[in-house]
Structure formats: C-alpha cells, structure tokens
C-alpha cells in the first residue's frame, strides 16, 4: 500500500464515521451526512445475489466490513471458527462471536442467524480499496434489517437473563441492601436467576461471581442418551466420512441457549442497573481485581458512554520503590484512581488473531489472575453480544518490592473486538494512551490495517507491534517503535519482553492519562452528565468551594467547631462528673455550670458565619429530591476524600515508619529518651492524622453536636436559617436509606444520647418502631471486621486506607420480603466499632477505652460477632480478657446476648483437626479468662460457658484469608467469599431463633448502658430502662386486676354485711365466697394471660409472669380471708348479744301491743300532735323501765383517766404525767428529728457504769431511737387491737398491760445501748402509744355497747314505734301501720345500700380517672411529693420523711374529699343518683313479684317473698308479723307501700356525701386498702420509700428512681453537726466510705455499700448524676426549719451549693415529671 492509499484510507475512515447510518432515533438527524467518496465506494461494489454482508453494531466511528471478494461459503450454514494464513484455528481473543462485526446470510433459504465471520482473511472496511485495487461487494441488505436482528439477538440475551423489563426501570443498591434468601448454590442455578446470582457473589467479593455453572433444565435421561449422537448414515463408509466432516446435525442453536458468555451477564447486569448500583458493580469488580468498563457502547442506540461516575470510589493503593546510594525508599501513594496521572498502555486488534491479547495483558499485570476476560477462561462460549467494543481498563499497582512487574503504578487499556470496526474507542484510546500495543495476524502492506499501523507509526505515540505470522525477537525499529514477533513463542517469553520494551518506554518522557479527563472528549457520552447527577454535584462544590483552598487538618476547627475541643471538653468534664471526689454536690455544681457553658459556646460558633457550610449541607439534605440528594451526599464524601488524599497518605507513611521504630525500641527494652521522644511523635502524628480526617461522618457529628447544644439549652435559637430541630428527621431518613449513623464518637470516645436518642426516636415514626436483631463486631484494629460487614450484607462501613472504623456506626439492614415471614423481625442492625487496642490510643487510656467499648458493645448486640485475626493465641489473649469480661458483666446485668468467634486469616480452613485443636486451645484459653475476669467481678464461675450459652464446635468459625496473595494485586480469596455466606448463614439461623427488640427498646438500651459505663462500678450503676418501664406498665396492669377483684369482693361484702347484721346468716365459708368470686377472678386471669402473651413486650414481660400470677392468686386468697375474718367479727358481735336478741321479739310485740292500746285509749281524746307526742313520751319513760327493770346500763368509758391512773401504778409523779399532757409533745414522738433531750450517756467510772448528761446524738443513734418507737407503737397496738373489746367491752387492765409491756421494752433498749432514758421518754412513748390505741378503743366500745346495751335499743326504737302509735290514733288500718313500718325499715336498708355501694363506685371512678390513683405507686408518690411542695408545709414534710405511709394515706383522704366535694362534687352525686335510681327499682321489681294477683297465703309468707325478692342489692330487717295477722288485702298493702316508696325516694334523692363518708364502705378507706398495699422499705440512707406496687416483691431489689440528699433523714459527718447534703445515688459512685451502724467500728466504701447488711443489700441504689431539682429546693426552702428539726448545721462539707437556690418551687415540681419518666 503506498501513501497515497494509506492516506485515502485514513479520510475513508474519517469519512465512513462522518456519513455511516445511525441506528439511534435520537441522532436520526445525522443520517442523511455523508461523503461523496463514501458514495462511491459502495455505489462501485459488484451487486451478487449470493452476497455475505457484513452486520455492524454501528456506533459513531464505527464502519461495515465485508468478506473478500470472489470469496466462496463451504457450507450452507456458516463455521463460527476462521483460519489464518497458516491453516491454524483463529477463534476471537475473548472466545465468543462479536455483536459488534458478525455475518449474515442473505440467501432466501438461509434463516436470519447472527454468525462470526469465517473468512480466512481479515475483515476489509467497506468502502475502501482492498490490496488490489477493486472495490468490495455491496450490501444486499438494508441496515435496518440488520439493526434488527442484532436487537432481537441482544433482547433475547436480557429475557434469557429475565432482565428485559430493567433496562428502563433499573436495578437499585437497595433490591441488594437487604437480607434476601441464601444465594443459591451451583447447582441450584439457572438461566432465569444468572444475573442476581452474579451481583449476589460479587457483592460478597467472590470473584468467582464472573462465571457461574448454569444448570440445564432437561429431561430425566441417562448420561449415555445426553450425550449428542451423529445422524450420519449407519453404513461403516458412512461413519468413517462423518468423521472428517466439519459439520454435525446436532442442535447447535440449542447449545446457544443454554450458555450465556459470562461477560454478556456482567455487561447486561451493567445496562440494567442505575447509577450508584453501577459505582457499587464497578467497586467491587475492581476490589476483585477484575478489568473495568471505560468506554461501553449502548447495546439499544448508537452512544458510547464512559461510566465515569462508576470509578469514583474506587481508591488505588500502590508504593514506589526508589533506589538512592544503596538505599530503598518505599514511598506509599493512595488516591482515588479517577484522580491518578498514570501512564496508559493501550491493546488493540487489528484483524483476527489466534493469540488472547486478553490472555497477553493479564501476564503483564497479574499472571495469577484473569484481570481481563478471554477465550480460555472458564465459562467462554462462542457467542457474546455486549462486549464488542467495550474498553476495559486495569491498573497495575506495585507493592514497593523487587519482584514488581513496574516501578509505578500503570493503566492498561483493552479494547475489545477488532478496533478495525471500532474506530471511534481506537482513536480516543490512541490520543489518551502513553504506550500503544497492536496485535496484528501479519504485518504485510497488503493488509487492510496496514493503513491504521502506519498512521499510529508515524505519531509521536510509543508503538509496539505484535505479530502472529513472525518470529523475529523484540526489535526497536526506531525510537519509540518496536516489533516483536509471536510465532512459535511462548507467552511468558512474550509478556518478559514486553514488560522490558514498557518499562523502557516509560522511563523515558511519555504522556499521563486521568480519567477525569474522559469527560472531556467529543462523542463520548458520560454518565455524570445526567441532570440529577449535575445537581447533585453543584450542591456538594458550594460546601467544596468552602474548603477547598484549607489546609485540611483546620477545615474541622473552623466549620465544625462544635464537635472539636468545645466536645471534647465536654465529654472529659461529662466522665469527671461521674467520678467526683471532695465536696461532690459542690463539685457536681461547678461541673454542671461548666457543662452548660460549653453548651452555650458551641451554640454561638454554630451561629456565627462559620456554619454556612452546615447551613449548606442541611439546605441540600431538606430541599434536594431523593435521587439527587443521594448523588450530593456521595459527592460530598468523594470531593472530601479527594481532597485529603496526599495529606492522609503522607501522615499515614510517618506514622508506620515511627510506629515502626517504636516497636523496634520497646523489643530492645530501651527506656531512653529516644524512645519518649519517639512515642510523643506518634502522639502528634495521630492528633495531626486525627485533624486530617474528614468526611461525611464529621458533618453528621457537626449536626448531632448542633442538636444537643440547643437541645440541652431548652431554648429557641435566634438564627432562624438554622433550624436544628429539623435535624434528627434528616439523618433518619439517611439511615432508613441504607446510610451508617455514628453511634459514639470515635474522636470523643462519647456517646452523643440526645442527638441518638431523637435520631431513633425520628426512624421509629417513620418505620412505626419496628423489631431489629442487633449484630455488633468486636476485634483487633484492622483485623478486616468492617470488609467481613460490608461484603456480608453490601454495606458501607469505611475501609479505604487512612479511613478505618472510629468509634461505632450502626446501620439498618432490611428483611426482604422473600423472608420477612420467617423472622421474628423486621431489620438487622449492625453495629461496626473500632478496633480494640488500636494504634492510635497507645497511652495508658487504653485498656479502659477498650473495656469500655467492647461492655457497650456487647450489651447493645443480641449477638456479637468476636473477630479474631491470626492463629496465635498469645497474641489475642488481651482481647479475649476484654471480651470475656465484657459477657461477665451482660450476665451479672442479666442481659444475655450470644456471641460466634470468627477467626480470621487462618491458613488452612480445611484441615479439621487443625481445627479442632485450635477450638480447643480457644475454650482452654477463654475458660482461663472467665476465671481471671470472675476474680475482678467478683462472680463465682469457672468456665466461658457459664457466662453465656457457648458452644466451641457450632460458635467458632474459621475464615480464609481475605487476599489470594499479596496485596496491593491481589484479588479477594474465593474461600473467604465461602466463608461469609457460612457465617451470615450461622448469624440467619441463630437469628431465627430471637424475637430481636423494638428499636425503642434499643434507644433506652443505648442510654442504660452508656450511663451505666459513666460510672466506675458498671454491674452497680447499671439500669435497665425499658426493663423498669415495662415492669411500671406491668404495675398499673396489675393495679387494674385487683381492683377488679377487691371492687367485686366489696360489692359481696356489702350483700352479705347486712344479712348477718340482722342476725339472717350466721355463717359464711369461704368456699361461697370463692364461688361468688369464680366469675370476676376467671375474666381477671384470661386478661392476665392475654396481657402476657399478646402485649408487644412479652419476651420481656415472660420473665415477671409466674410472679404475678402467684401474686394475683395470693391477692384473690387474702381478699377472701380478710372479708371472711370482717364478716365473722359481726358474726361473734351477734353471737355476744343472743340475750339482747332473744327479748328483742319480745321488746317489739309489747310495745306494738301497748302502742295499739294507748291509740285506741287517745284516738277517742282525739288529741292534737303535741299532746300525742307528749302523752307518748310519759307512757315510753315508763315502758322502758318496765321492760329493762332487771338491766344494768353499759357507761362510756373515760380514757384519759384510766391513762393517768396507770402510769401513777407504775410510780410515774402525777406532775410529770401532767406536763406532758400539757405540752403534748409525746403525739409526735415518732417524727421528732432530735433526741437528745430525753437522753444521758453511760460512761464507766471506776468501772461502774454512771449517766452523765448528753448533749449530742449521732445520727445512728437518733434513728435508732426512732425505730424502736415505731417498733414498739406496732407491737403495742397488735396486742390491743387482739382484746375483744367490740363482744365484751373495754377493761382499764388492758391499758396497763400496755404500760408494762412499754417500760420492759424501754428497760431492754437500753441494756443493748451506750445511753439510758430519761423518765420523761417512757412517760411520752405510753401516752404516744395510748394516744394511737384511743381512737380503735372507743370505736369498739361502741360497737360493744350498741350491741348489748338494752337502753341504747330501745332508744333508737322510740321514733319508730311513735309514728306506729300516731297511725293507730289517726284511725289506720292494720295494713296501713304494717305498710309504714315495712316503709320504714327499707328506708334505713335503702340508705345504708345506697351509701355503700356510693363509697365502693366513687373509689371505683377515682381509681380509673384520677390521675393519681389511675396508674402505680410510683404516680402516687409524684402527685403526693407535688402536693407536699404545693401546700409548703414543713410539717407535713416531717411526717411524709418519717412515716411516709402515714402521710399518703392522709393524701388520699384529702384527694377523695376535695373530689367528691369540690373538683367534681356533680360527677359523685350523679353516681349517688344513679345508686338511688337502681335501689328504687329494685324495690318495686321486688313488690310487684311478691304480691300476687290471687291473693293468697298470709301476711308472714308474702314478708317472706318479699324479702327474698329484694336480695341480694337489699336485705330488710327482720318483721314481727304477730300483730298483724289480719292483714290479707296484699294489693293494698302494695299500694301503702308504693306511696311510701315516694316518700322514701325524695329523701333518698336528699342524701348528701357527708352520710356517704360516714358510711361503712368509706371511698377513701377503699383507696387506702388498695394503694397503701404496697412497698413501704425505705432507703437506708436518705429514707426515699420504695416504689415497688407489690408488697413483697421478692426477688427485684428494693428501688426508688428518685433518691435525695441524706441529710433529709439526718445524716451528718460523724463527731461533727455538719448535715450531709449528697445524694446517695452520687455518693455510691464516689470514693467515699460511711458508718453503717452507730457503734460500726469501720467505714465501708459507698462503692462497696451492699456488703454493708442486708438492709444496705436489699436495696439497688443506681448512680445517677441526681439531677432532680425537688429535694434541692426543700433544701434551700426550709433550711433553717431542718437545722432546728436535726439541731444539726447545713455548714462545712455539708454548704448548700450556690446553684441549688436558683431552684424555683415550679422547677420542683416539674421536675418530678422527669422522674417519672426515669
């Protein structure tokens, strides 16, 4: 070919690019361009109807070829194989047919079938001379039709794949961010599911994921009949010419369905994915060290696109090694590889060859690993369709050593398919290459790439020509120019020399290629040209443009300041406050202040110009659309990334090399100064590393620290553009998108709980607080915990160089919906940390920080993965110390988490009894760290699995190493990809088996044990939020079934009370009252059930069950015994007055009979009103004289004289009995807060023990003291109340037995202490005792004497028996007197019901809708610690310290008045009214069954039926019929009645609620039996009551959320008068030490407080930062009022803090809410 004809063929080219057809609508514009000279290259082919033409797949530059011409098919059906000039097979260097250049039949008879060219020559470009001169044939088809076929090929391809309706709608990294079934194994796949498959094991980095095994969906044969047989004829000839035939009959179309060229499932996967599912496809194809798309033609238009955007994550990692004077310098350079300038080397083909130019890359780069596909690679079938004119691109990136292949690091660019026919990609990989390869099949001027070699010969390019026809060695034809020949030579001799020719070639001058610079290129369509990827990137370059010009390490100080020192302050003072020493409260103060100062701080610099760049960032997060507000937020981190590249690397090589020599000199033992000087380096290389690290977690810690600064300030912020309120909505969002959230700080070491707190708090609106499986990971620093995450379940944990986990990130994985049914949950949670002892925190902080870490994260996880590196045990022995202590402290927390050990980066994996032995020789060595951890906890165990449900042979897994090879090229190993879908099936199964936790429960869980890690003593400090609040939830529920059950058992009482009152039952088992009880008590149990088993915490809830089901029984058990025990008391009291009994009958017969007499002897006097009713009075004086003539009367008793008569028995001087009567000092005895006066001290003189007078009582003592008159009050008035006053009356002996008992007592206190009494204290505590006795003897008296006493009877009878005698003389019939005394006694009845069943329904409405009773004893003490504060009563105050239940109770008697006669005075006559209504109709239900219409039976049967009508709502005293045996008109009798029953009515409607409190069943009597049935232990050192509803509560620990300063209760600092003004709840985490009984020789440390007795170890007392302002301000409120009560000082150690006196009484009050939500 001489010049000319080169440069004709150069302008064909151009020309054929410029006027060839488009296929794409979109450019049809383009279609009608083309070249005159174009023109008549294809006017002049000769016309043939057994033409070939060639098919193209055309894309801009691309040109037809055609065969040869005169050439001749050998056969009807096309070979795919084609011969070179030697005869020797020359399939495509990737093995499959092209999409780009294939051969179409065109003869009629032929079907449309897609074939490669088999020509013996190269393809020609159409319309260009060939070697002699003439012209090609032409086309004899239209390129439409061809168009056609290919698109049909190419669609059958994505249907096969069933990815034909993704190539619009696309692929997204969510349908992979989520746990989906198990990826299936080989010979489970098939065509239909090749393409998930593929992303599936590419995901989890198994670079196997290029070619997977397809299975064949066949007939059931045998193998012999699967295998293909030949149709030929059976004759012997016949067999022996079809073995040299080159055709078969077999079916080869159906071979081509069922293989898929591996590269057309990557390709297509390609096409069908979006944008940030690609980036996702094209990072882990490259961290599989596999070659990755740069240029890609659309398969559907004529584009070709570079994916740009796809490599923008990608970081290569490479280290120059340089030699000076004898000298290495390894010098390490990490970058993102879009922003590399490295040299190119470019490959293309020139023809068909039968060498794998491919094959011939990969030795050059990797010669253990196929970075580019090719022919010989597994999986390769003949046909391919997608990847004709793809350019491929791979680094070669050295290690630094001398066995690199390059110095440096290298691009190598493969373009694909014969670039004759892809000219556009061969041009734009010339222009952008350093060095180009050309592969030709004979270099000879005849050919037709003759033209291309001598255009790339004559540019300035480095070239390099292969050729297959020619054995001569590497020749430099001139400079830059080489040849090399291929034939008969091996490849490695081939890839040796030509790694020679590069190196040489680049060690010279040469050009750099960037990817960046793609974007620049005409006709090339890049990805991040979309419109939404543009916005995204323009919102991110207004933060870049910010930043750009910083030096990085101060980018944090001055737009992020909140988070810099101003956090780390805040952190360090935040722990300091957990630790406090000296005057704590004071301290407490100060640190407070400073806490609230650095909030302020950090809320100004957030407002200051500086937080555009926050003002920025949360604009784009709030206004940007969800697709571009993705595409900004990947921006920002590659921008960011990319800007912090050089420093990182540079600081991170420091950072090895002093590392390095550190290590050096502590295996010298070298304490020199060189090695201080050393290690402070590395201190400042790690605060220089830490300031250079930037990225997108820093600006979430920005917004967090934003939020709680504001947050904790409770006010609105002026800077209306900065509303951080909004803020925890974003990051929500993110994270329900797949984004990890930083959990603590890796900087601060700090939890940040309100921003965390409120961030969850958004997700669970959002999501409707679904269940999560928490997984944590623990391990050593870099031992790939966040890799073994990310490629488990695809997610986006850090692990580039410079970036590794700080900290702890968690990130929600989702359940698909594939699997959703077969899990308790909805989410996995995962939770990465940072690396235990690492690197960076090498000072003596970091056995703490590590302990502190791996406790967090264990109690977060419900399971743990323990992520091991290496074989040597020794070397991990400090992790493992940590993990085992961190399990200790979940079980003594009674959290049980499971935990599975991966042990990474083990050799041999298969080996199993290297397995076993390692297993083994992990158990020895953690049951030896159980045993050295239970020393330091104090637990009483001897192996791992006593910790925690530990199986050695299913818990351990082993995992190979991550790299075959060595890094920086070596791809992921395929067994540890088998490795994370073993353990991920382990974590799945084990999953199963767990109900996971509310991801509110999670957020509480955060708090509990980050407040509980504040503290030194974690186990003690503790408190496990959601367990408290379910368990308060728990109490109201429990609250709610006994009521219903004491409500129903009330509702009994009150049937049977009067029944056996009357004298009508004399006898109740309780088998009647369980029986009535069966009902209520049913319906109260199946509610119990249903709540347990149905409520959404019920795993939590199961462990409190069996508890309160026994509870619940023993309530029902006790409610029986305690009415049975009330109703026989009245049964004896009616027992005790038979006598009075057996007369009333006859009391009642002779007064009616003298009542007739004296009516008929008045009725003729016709007397007015008041002469009858003093005619009455005369005669009645004189019957009651008659009738009692042989009766003694029963006096009143009076007390107060007995009282002083016994105590003067005693030898007590009258004076002193009357001083005290005076003064009246005894009736507080029990809360008097000072002793001293009636005390004298014992001290031995001479050895005889004397009294001296004492002026001072410690605390102990005073408590003491206190006690014992609590003690003896109880004991005093169980002995009194057992005399059975109420059936026999009082006697003065029982008081004296009194006196007695409480001077022995007195006389026995004394003996055990080191002080004796004053007389006056033993006169005090008996009239104290007998003042608390008064009120229950006079009341039982009385019940004895209106029992028994005849007098007292026949008084309460005279108004009934005058209004009988009235009637009688008013001329009424007996059937008019009998219906008035019927009347009434049911008036008296029908009150007293009414009353009681008021009483029992008020309490009933109280207890459902007063907010003080509706809820559990811990509401109770809020409202009545509210009401206390309220009314400021100091004295009541006094009561409620020491006799809380004493003050409750007078809480709820004054609730219940105040409601039922003030707040809702209307509500309680409403229920009086109805109770009127109900009784009313009761009574003329009962009188309308009774009187029937006949007539018949007598006056005593129809009393009967009466009365048996009105039970069980009302019960009539009995009726002596005697007199009225004449009485037989019922009818008339009813009518009485019911004219009475108005009467009765209306004055019923007249009752008031003074008669309902008086009643028997008093509400507030009701209330107090209910809610006083509770708790009443109280803290040994402040005296705050425990808050349990249950009265015995046994096995939970006594508690109370809210404790109070100790000098409440009167503690001081021994030998002085200072009160002490900590709070317990503090003092338990101080250093201090208290005495813990008055004559206690030794102090205990507040630490260790319950070893100090059972009473200190009944009791959990958490440490707390005692926040509560309440007792604070009764401090401050009534200081002088305690000083005088204790006679003790608030001085000294003891100084009220200045900030406590800003406490308002509204702060007060307030803050209780807090404490109920505590």
């Known amino acids: 070919m001489n010049t000319h004809d080169a440069q004709h063929l150069e302008n064909s080219d151009k020309k054929v690019q410029e006027g060839i057809e488009n296929m794409s609508a979109s450019n049809a514009d383009e279609e009608t361009e083309s070249d005159n000279e174009f023109q008549d290259a294809v006017e002049s082919l000769n016309e043939d109807d057994n033409c070939i033409s060639s098919l193209v797949e055309v894309n801009p530059g691309q ?131 090749l393409a998930y498959a593929f992303l599936q094991r590419l995901m989890m980095l198994d670079y196997r994921a290029r070619y997977i095994p397809v299975q064949q969906i066949t007939l059931d044969v045998s193998d012999s009949e699967a295998l293909q047989v030949s149709k030929s004829s059976d004759t012997e000839k016949g067999d022996f010419d079809a073995l040299y035939s080159t055709n078969t009959e077999s079916d080869q179309s159906n071979n081509n369905n069922n293989h898929v060229h591996p590269m057309d499932v990557q390709m297509a996967v390609f096409h069908c994915s979006d944008s940030f599912l690609k980036q996702k496809i094209i990072t882990k194809l490259s961290q599989c060290q596999y070659a990755l798309p740069l240029l890609v033609p659309d398969p559907h238009t004529t584009y070709i696109e570079c994916p740009l955007w796809t490599f923008r994550q990608i970081t290569k990692t490479w280290k120059i090694s340089t030699k000076k004077e004898n000298a290495t310098t390894v010098t390490m350079k990490s970058m993102p590889i879009y922003k590399a300038d490295t040299p190119m080397v470019s490959f293309f083909r020139l023809g068909s060859m039968s060498l794998s130019k491919s094959q011939l890359m990969n030795d050059l780069i990797n010669d253990r690993h196929d970075t ?64 180009i390869v050309v592969l030709v099949p004979t270099l000879e001027k005849c050919q037709e790439s003759s033209a291309v070699i001598e255009t790339l010969y004559k540019s300035s390019k480095p070239l390099i020509i292969l050729s297959a026809d020619n054995d001569c060695p590497a020749v430099q034809m001139k400079p830059q120019k080489y040849k090399l020949g291929l034939k008969e030579r091996s490849q490695s001799d081939v890839s040796e020399e030509l790694k020679k020719i590069i190196k040489s070639l680049l060690s010279g001058p040469h050009t750099s290629f960037r990817l960046e610079t793609m974007a620049k290129i005409s006709g090339v369509k890049v990805d991040e040209d979309q419109k939404v990827c543009q916005n995204g990137k323009s919102a991110a370059m207004e933060i870049i443009e910010l930043i750009e010009r910083m030096d990085i390490a101060k980018i944090k100080d001055t737009f992020l300041p909140c988070q810099g020192q101003l956090w780390s302050n805040w952190c360090k003072i935040n722990k300091e406050l957990h630790h406090l020493k000296g005057d704590i409260e004071k301290e407490k103060g100060q640190k407070s202040h400073q806490l609230m100062k650095l ?256 406790t967090f994260v264990v109690g977060l996880g419900n399971m743990t993965l323990i992520n091991i590196f290496g074989e040597n045990l020794a070397d991990m022995q400090d992790v493992l110390q940590i993990v085992v202590q961190a399990f200790m402290r979940m079980k003594k927390v009674e959290l049980s988490p499971s935990c599975v050990f991966v042990h990474q980066n083990v050799t041999d994996i298969t080996a199993v009894e290297k397995n076993m032995d390692g297993k083994r020789r992990l158990q020895e060595k953690l049951d030896k760290m159980t045993q050295l951890a239970a020393k330091e906890e104090g637990c009483d165990v001897e192996c791992f699995s006593d910790v925690i449900a530990f199986d050695v042979q299913e818990d351990v897994k082993y995992f190979a190493q991550l790299w075959e090879g060595s890094p920086p090229m070596a791809p ?63 109490e109201v529920q429990y609250g709610k079934w006994t009521w219903a059950l004491r409500s129903e058992m009330l509702n009994i009482e009150n049937q049977l009370y009067p029944r056996i009152e009357k004298g009508q039952l004399d006898k109740v088992e309780p088998s009647y009252l369980n029986k009535e009880m069966a009902k209520t008590y049913e319906e109260v149990t199946k509610s119990m059930t249903a709540y347990f088993e149905d409520d959404k915490d019920k795993e939590m809830l199961v462990q409190w069950r069996g508890r309160f089901e026994n509870k619940i029984k023993e309530f029902h058990e006790e409610l029986v015994r305690g009415v049975k025990r009330k109703l026989d008391e009245v049964i004896q009291q009616n027992n005790a007055r038979k006598m009075l009994d057996n007369k009333k009958t006859e009391f009642e017969n002779n007064l009616l009979q003298k009542s007739k007499e004296l009516a008929h002897e008045s009725k003729a006097m016709g007397e007015k009103e008041e002469d009858l009713k003093k005619q009455f009075n005369t ?88 006690s014992f008159i609590n003690e003896v009050e109880q004991k005093c008035l169980e002995a009194i109340k057992s005399k059975p006053v109420a059936t026999r009356g009082y006697r003065s002996t029982y008081l004296q037995e009194l006196a007695k008992n409480i001077k022995q007592r007195v006389t026995e206190f004394e003996s055990l202490n080191k002080f004796t009494f004053k007389k006056e204290f033993t006169v005090d505590l008996s009239l104290y005792v007998f003042d608390r006795a008064e009120g229950w003897l006079l009341n039982a008296h009385k019940i004895y004497r209106d029992n028994n006493d005849e007098l007292t009877y026949l008084d309460n009878k005279k108004n009934e028996y005058y209004n009988i005698f009235r009637s009688f003389c008013k001329g009424s019939s007996s059937t008019v007197v009998f219906g008035e005394i019927i009347c009434g006694k049911l008036k008296v009845s029908a009150a007293e019901a009414v009353c009681n069943k008021t009483g029992v329904d008020i309490a009933g409405e109280m207890m459902c809708s007063f907010p003080a009773f509706s809820e559990n004893r811990l509401n109770l003490e809020k409202h009545v610690l509210a009401s206390l504060a309220e009314k400021e009563d100091f004295s009541r105050f006094t009561t409620y310290i020491r006799n809380p239940r004493a003050q409750v109770e007078a809480f709820i008697k004054e609730e219940v008045k105040k409601y039922m006669f003030t707040t809702q ?18 009574i003329s239900q009962a009188l309308f069954e009774a009187t029937k219409p006949d007539g018949k039976g007598n006056i005593e049967m129809w009393v009967e039926e009466f009365s048996s009508k009105l039970k069980p709502k009302l019960t009539l005293d009995t009726i002596s019929c005697q007199n009225f045996s004449d009485t037989n008109n019922f009818e008339f009798l009813k009518e009485e009645i019911e004219k009475g029953l108005k009467s009765i009515t209306t004055e019923m409607s007249k009752l008031s609620l ?113 926040m509560l302002p309440y007792w604070k301000w009764f401090i401050c409120h009534f200081q002088k009022q305690i000083e005088d009560y204790y006679n003790m000082k608030f001085q000294g150690s003891g100084e009220i803090p200045q900030q406590w006196k800003n406490f308002s009484k509204k702060d007060a009050i307030e803050s209780l809410n807090e404490m109920f939500s505590l």
């Open 63 to 193: 040109c037809q070829s055609t065969e040869k011409v005169g050439q001749k098919k050998k056969s009807g059906t096309e070979t795919r194989g084609h011969v070179d000039v030697k005869g020797s097979q020359m399939n495509d260097e990737d093995g499959g047919k092209k999409s780009g250049i294939n051969i179409v039949s065109c003869q009629p008879s032929q079907k449309s079938k897609i074939l490669q060219h088999s020509s013996t020559q190269p393809p020609t470009v159409s319309g260009t001379p060939n070697i002699n001169g003439s012209k090609e044939k032409p086309l004899c088809s239209s390129s439409e039709e061809e168009k056609q076929i290919l698109l049909k090929e190419t669609g059958m391809l994505f249907q096969r794949l069933e990815l034909q309706d993704k190539f619009q709608t696309k692929l997204s990294p969510a349908e992979f961010l989520q746990i989906g079934p198990p990826i299936k194994q080989t010979n489970e796949i098939y065509g239909n599911n």
């Open 372 to 435: 580019f596909f090719h022919r010989n690679c597994k999986g390769s079938t003949k046909s391919r369709y997608l990847m004709d004119g793809v350019a491929e691109i791979a680094w070669y990136c050295p290690a630094g050593k001398d066995n690199d292949f390059f110095t440096d690091c290298i691009a190598f660019c493969n373009l694909h398919g014969d670039s004759l026919a892809n000219v556009k990609q061969r041009e734009i990989l010339t222009e952008m290459s350093s060095v």
């Open 599 to 854: 909030r302020e701080k950090q809320c100004k610099v957030s407002n200051v110009s500086n937080s555009k760049l926050m003002r920025l960032f949360t604009q784009s997060l709030k206004s940007l659309p969800p697709k571009e507000r993705e595409y900004f937020l990947t921006w920002t981190q590659i921008l960011i990334d990319a800007l912090s590249t050089d420093d990182l690397s540079s600081i991170l090589q420091n950072y090895d090399e002093t590392w390095s020599e550190v290590l050096v000199l502590k295996n010298k033992h070298d304490k020199s100064a060189q090695l201080k000087h050393k290690q402070t380096e590395l201190e400042l290389l790690s605060q220089k590393l830490q300031s250079a690290t930037f990225g997108l977690e820093h600006i979430f810690r920005e917004m967090g620290q934003i939020y709680e600064a504001h947050k904790s300030l409770k006010k609105p912020l002026l800077d209306k553009q900065h509303d951080w309120t909004k803020y925890p909505e974003l990051a929500a969002d993110l994270m329900i998108s797949g984004h990890p959230m930083e959990l603590m700080d890796g900087d601060a070491g700090h939890v940040p709980l309100i921003w965390i707190s409120n961030l969850l708090q958004e997700v669970i609106k959002k999501l409707g607080d679904p269940r999560v499986f928490v997984l944590s990971v623990l391990g050593v620093q870099s031992s790939g915990k966040s890799t073994m995450l990310n490629a488990m379940f695809g997610l986006q944990f850090a692990v580039s160089a410079g970036r590794c986990t700080k900290g702890a990130y968690m990130q929600l994985v989702k359940l698909s919906e594939e699997i959703k049914n077969k899990y308790q949950f909805d989410y996995i949670l995962v939770v990465d940390t940072e690396g235990l002892r690492a690197l960076e925190l090498a000072d003596n902080a970091t056995l703490h920080h590590d302990y502190e870490l791996a």
């Open 972 to 1034: 992921p190993n395929p067994g540890y990809s088998e490795s994370i879908q073993e353990l991920k099936s382990i974590i799945l199964s084990k999953a199963k088996q767990s109900t996971g936790i509310t991801l509110s429960h999670f957020s509480t869980k955060i708090q509990d044990l980050w407040n509980a890690l504040m503290n030194e003593h974690f186990v003690f400090s503790f408190k496990n939020t959601q367990e408290i609040a379910i368990y308060r939830k728990l």
């Open 1179 to 1266: 005669v009645w004086s004189h019957w009651v004289k008659e009738l009692t003539s042989d009766t003694k009367p029963i006096e009143n008793i009076s007390l107060e004289e007995d009282q002083q008569l016994v105590l003067q028995d005693l030898g007590v001087e009258w004076g002193l009995i009357d001083e005290s009567k005076r003064n009246k000092k005894y009736r507080n005895l029990s809360e008097r807060g000072d002793y001293s006066d009636y005390i004298t001290q014992k001290k031995s003189i001479g050895g005889v023990w004397k009294s001296v007078k004492k002026t001072f009582v410690p605390h102990e003592d005073q408590k003491l003291i206190r």
């Open 1465 to 1482: 005075k209307v509500k309680a006559q409403t229920i009086l009214k109805k109770n009127v209504e109900d009784i009313t109709r009761v």
């Open 1554 to 1666: 003074e008669k309902v409190n008086d009643c028997r069943q008093k509400p507030d009597q009701i209330l107090i039996d209910q809610l006083c049935n509770c708790c009443w232990e109280r803290c040994p050192f402040c005296a705050a009551v425990c808050t349990n509803t249950l009265k015995d509560h046994s096995p939970e620990k006594h508690s109370v959320p809210f404790h109070r300063p100790s000098g409440v209760e009167g503690w001081h600092v021994r030998g002085t008068v200072e009160l002490v003004i900590d709070f317990c709840t503090t003092l338990v985490a101080s250093d201090r030490r208290f005495y813990p009984n008055a004559d206690s020789k030794e102090a205990v440390p507040f630490k260790q407080y319950p070893t100090a007795g059972e009473k200190y170890a009944s009791w959990s007392i958490t440490a707390d930062a005692s």
